[in-house]
């Protein structure tokens, strides 16, 4: 149940206006017409008021997903930053690695009840995930597994709810 307080504080942001998300997948494999991530968070984005800044694809290499970053972190347009994909522990997942590094604030809050709602799901294998968010230069950036289900599971139950009130946060005073 959410404090008085924090339903205060989703209300102000709400009134802020529509959040603008860029959605970058991290894969080797995917292609514009097979990543059915950025699709489906392409269609929620604006299906909930929002703006859809961009969506790209960079293979997981640290280089590359460093550079998305520092590229959208540099865009003052883009308010909060969606990764999918190497967020586990194979020695192609990298995304976490980037990401970690560079978090001024984490918010380990996310990938803790992330990798419990995957648990509710789908058991056990849900530790594997190195799911994350934190605050990069003013920038919310939050990093899901590449599974469509997690990316419906991560926006329908954690981003989708408190995608406004994240990007309030980083303006108010």
């Not at 968070?41 to 929002?50: R, V």
């Not at 347009?77 to 604030?105: C, H, M, W």
């Not at 469509?148 to 139950?157: E, F, H, N």
Request: with cysteine; charged share 20%.
């Amino acid at each position: 149940m959410a404090s008085t307080s924090s339903k205060k504080h989703q209300k102000l942001a709400a009134q802020r206006g529509p959040v603008t998300v860029a959605v970058v997948t991290v894969s080797d494999s995917r292609t514009p017409k097979t990543d059915a991530n950025a699709a489906y968070l392409s269609e929620a984005i604006q299906e909930s008021g929002n703006v859809l800044h961009s969506i790209r694809i960079v293979p997981d290499e640290p280089s590359l997903v460093s550079a998305a970053l520092d590229e959208l972190c540099a865009t003052t347009a883009v308010q909060v930053i969606l990764f999918n994909g190497g967020t586990g522990i194979s020695r192609r997942d990298r995304t976490y690695d980037v990401l970690s590094t560079r978090f001024e604030k984490e918010l380990t809050g996310f990938g803790e009840i992330f990798r419990m709602l995957s648990y509710e799901e789908i058991g056990a294998a849900a530790m594997l995930s190195r799911a994350s968010a934190g605050v990069i230069e003013g920038t919310v950036v939050v990093s899901t597994p590449g599974s469509p289900g997690a990316v419906r599971l991560a926006w329908k139950s954690l981003l989708g709810p408190e995608l406004a009130h994240m990007a309030w946060e980083m303006v108010r005073d």
